[in-house]
């Protein structure tokens, strides 16, 4: 079968790449255009793993059709910092300890980015709430709650 | 491998749903299967921008197929649906689940549809005129109906309706069983009561025991011992791996009352 052109916006740079028919976002990210930081976990929309924002909203990459993403604005953790500047977020997760294994990493931070983009100041529910959909089996999320809440935090009082 | 199609209109792609076509709205479903290997051989989509259409005013509501829970929820004048989409997945399953998809959702998933059933909600179907009861289209849903085109749904009366969903894991988390009630009062009795069960059978039903002892009633306490008895009566819920059948026909009734108080005194 042929392949499908797709042409679209990927962490803020144009990119033409081709699809596969009924190939998943996720696959095509990492194998299509290298982006390696949206992780496949599940496969079933359960883990959040492969998190990433289509137009601003989180979507799971793994039940996202690659060809529908045409004309759309693509953002992956790996789009998070700017050179060697990492985002704030990147840098609460270090202070914090909020990584451990670190294949939810990509994922949290993509939802955490999103609620924080909307939401500057979450409360610590809304922070939860945001995160719901990513599965963390290592930490324990206390860490990874602290983390987001304090980058809030720093931008409430700067 | 799979084949997609798309058509730029719902009307089209109900056309082009031949024997063994999968439709796939926003993926949740489908998308599963096609990661799984199990997918149809030819899947059907449209990007008809009528399945995203909403219209909330007024005393029916009316939803495109298409609308996603995220949508329902930035919509202030669907609050009474804001309980029912907030348990739904996750914030990213909520920004690609749609209502349509949802009447398809099997157990332990589809609770939206249990909320739409309580509701007397009707079905446009693509290409047809007139709407259908959303208990024709659960009830056949394992046979191909058509295409879903939007979901009519009658306002309640405010107060008149609840919602509960019981998960182990919380705020995210699949669905054990779920409750709907509308229950509209005429001075103080109970009248037109409609309750839908998720996770009590093969897919969300009504209550015919429970509308019964509410029917007529006023919500005393007689009242809510009557409906906690009888909520599991004539039901087969399942067993799986997140609870028994023995402990949801326990547990059933307990949440149902704990509903009912929960709109008597709101």
Redesign the interface.
């Known amino acids: 079968?042929a392949k499908i052109p797709v042409t679209f916006t990927h962490n803020g740079t144009d990119r033409a790449a081709f699809a596969?028919?009924?190939q998943?976002l996720l696959e095509f990210l990492r194998r299509g255009l290298g982006d390696l930081s949206p992780k496949y976990g599940c496969?079933?929309?359960a883990c959040?793993a492969c998190?990433v924002t289509i137009d601003g909203?989180?979507?799971?990459a793994?039940?996202?059709?690659a060809?529908t993403v045409q004309g759309r604005d693509v953002r992956t953790a790996a789009g998070l910092a700017d050179g060697a500047t990492l985002d704030p977020l990147q840098e609460a997760f270090m202070d914090h300890f909020a990584a451990q294994c670190g294949y939810c990493t990509p994922g949290m931070l993509v939802?955490a980015r999103?609620l924080l983009d909307t939401n500057p100041t979450p409360t610590r529910e809304e922070v939860?709430?945001?995160i719901?959909?990513?599965l963390c089996r290592c930490t324990g999320y206390e860490p990874i709650i602290e983390a987001i809440l304090s980058v809030a935090g720093r931008r409430a009082t700067a | 491998m799979t084949e997609v199609q798309t058509y730029p209109t719902i009307d089209e792609a109900a056309r082009a749903m031949a024997r063994g076509a999968a439709y796939m709205g926003g993926g949740t479903i489908v998308m599963r299967e096609v990661n799984a290997g199990t997918a149809a051989p030819v899947l059907v989509r449209t990007d008809d921008p009528t399945l995203r259409q909403l219209r909330a005013q007024g005393d029916t509501v009316s939803l495109g197929a298409g609308v996603t829970m995220a949508q329902i929820l930035a919509e202030p004048q669907l609050d009474f649906l804001h309980p029912v989409a907030r348990r739904v997945g996750g914030p990213q399953v909520r920004n690609m689940g749609t209502v349509g998809g949802n009447l398809f959702a099997a157990h332990p998933y589809g609770d939206f549809a249990v909320a739409l059933l309580a509701l007397g909600a009707r079905v446009q179907l693509a290409g047809t005129s007139g709407a259908r009861p959303v208990e024709d289209v659960l009830r056949d849903r394992a046979r191909q109906v058509g295409l879903v085109a939007a979901i009519e749904v009658p306002r309640p009366r405010h107060g008149s309706f609840g919602f509960t969903k019981v998960s182990r894991v919380k705020p995210k988390g699949v669905s054990i069983l779920s409750i709907a009630v509308l229950a509209p009062q005429t001075g103080g009795t109970l009248r037109g009561v409609r309750v839908a069960l998720g996770g009590m059978g093969s897919g969300p039903l009504r209550s015919a025991a429970v509308e019964r002892a509410l029917d007529g009633q006023r919500l005393d306490r007689t009242t809510l011992e009557k409906a906690q008895s009888v909520a599991s009566d004539g039901l087969q819920p399942p067993t799986d791996a997140l609870a028994s059948a023995w402990y949801r026909s326990e547990v059933v009734g307990v949440h149902l009352r704990r509903l009912l108080q929960s709109m008597e005194s709101s």
Not at chain 1, 57 to 60: C, D, N, R, S
Not at chain 1, 62 to 65: A, D, E, F
Request: glycine share 18%; hydrophobic share 30%.
């Open positions: 079968m596969d028919p009924g998943n496969g079933q929309g959040g998190t909203q989180t979507q799971l793994c039940l996202v059709l060809e939802s999103a939860i709430e945001a719901s959909g990513n």
